[in-house]
């Protein structure tokens, strides 16, 4: 059995390859059961939520990812999530790979949103702004720039230091990159908003967002997250990563309860993006809006490209 850790993961994950990646596999018979979800609570009053997601591709991969969320970590200068992958060979069931769950999550996360992206952002969209300052949102920019012609990075954070050293971070990387303390403004201005947070409460506000921009929804994996208002989704065409969204995310389940949103006003998943079943952006000045909540066929995906990498 191969152990990947962190830096081969990375380097075998590049997000060109990865988005083209997700894109096939949305397309495949990949099955995907229901994932289990376990809030394991600790004697001190802390608790983490434990997410285990399976996969599988008859006759060739069968994968499980283990990932656990520990929104207090923060306190104590740790990450807020963990994970580790592991692959077998579908027909055997035998092991064939250990691989670091932290790279596959955070880069199979942004490369979804980016692969979304490619059906609902403008074309022509050049201003990103980001909101969150962890793992995952210090992707963004690199995955976006693959499907959009990025120029300008803009990022937002409830600690405005970490979204200067962000900032700083991306200027080094080549972006034209900036921190914003006026995250209504940051919304008015941009082509794409990006939400990348552990939030409980809204966040994002519709009232913010310019016509014609997409707002991407990454946190919010379980009904009690949240980080768009009613409104963001209100005259807009909504689409989601896969059906499961409806049912785990609180951006949904508020709206859908109010009557704000109802289920069949969903324009798509990723799937049916991918198969060409269903349109994606008709206008320039339509709004659009993608929530995700993750899916274990992405964390396959990413192992598979990780594991073949290895094997050559």
């Given amino acids: 059995m191969l152990t990947m850790n962190s830096e081969a993961a990375q380097a075998a994950l590049p997000f060109d390859r990865l988005i083209a990646t997700l894109r096939e596999h949305f397309t495949s018979t990949c099955e995907v059961p229901l994932r289990h979800v376990h809030d394991i609570a600790s004697p001190g009053g802390g608790k983490i939520t434990s997410l285990i997601m399976p996969a599988w591709l008859p006759g060739r991969y069968y994968g499980v990812k283990i990932v656990n969320i520990a929104p207090g970590n923060a306190a104590v200068g740790l ?42 952002a403008r074309a022509d969209a050049r201003h990103l702004l980001v909101v969150g300052a962890g793992a995952v949102a210090a992707l963004l920019p690199e995955a976006y720039r693959t499907v959009r012609p990025i120029e300008r990075v803009t990022v937002w954070a409830r600690r405005a230091e970490e979204a200067l050293a962000l900032a700083e971070r991306w200027r080094q990387q080549g972006f034209d990159a900036s921190a914003t303390t006026d995250l209504p ?74 009557g704000v949103l109802r289920a069949d006003d969903v324009r798509g998943t990723l799937t049916t993006l991918c198969k060409g079943m269903a349109t994606g952006r008709k206008t320039p000045t339509e709004r659009t809006v993608f929530k995700s909540v993750g899916t274990a066929l992405e964390d396959l995906a990413a192992a598979v490209q990780v594991f073949e990498a290895a094997r050559g």
Avoid: N
Wanted: with cysteine; glycine share 8%.
């Fill in 185 to 258: 403004a940051a919304c008015g201005e941009a082509d794409v908003v990006s939400c990348a947070t552990l939030a409980t409460e809204p966040v994002v506000r519709g009232a913010w967002l310019a016509p014609g921009s997409h707002l991407d929804l990454i946190g919010s994996f379980t009904p009690a997250m949240r980080e768009a208002d009613d409104v963001c989704f209100e005259d807009a065409r909504v689409f989601v990563d896969t059906e499961e969204a409806l049912q785990k995310s609180g951006d949904l389940i508020g709206p859908l309860s109010r």
């Fill in 79 to 120: 990450p807020g999530l963990h994970s580790a992958y592991l692959l077998f060979d579908a027909r055997t069931g035998v092991p064939l790979a250990q691989i670091d769950g932290d790279q596959i999550t955070t880069r199979r996360t942004v490369a979804a949103s980016a692969l979304a992206a490619s059906y609902l």
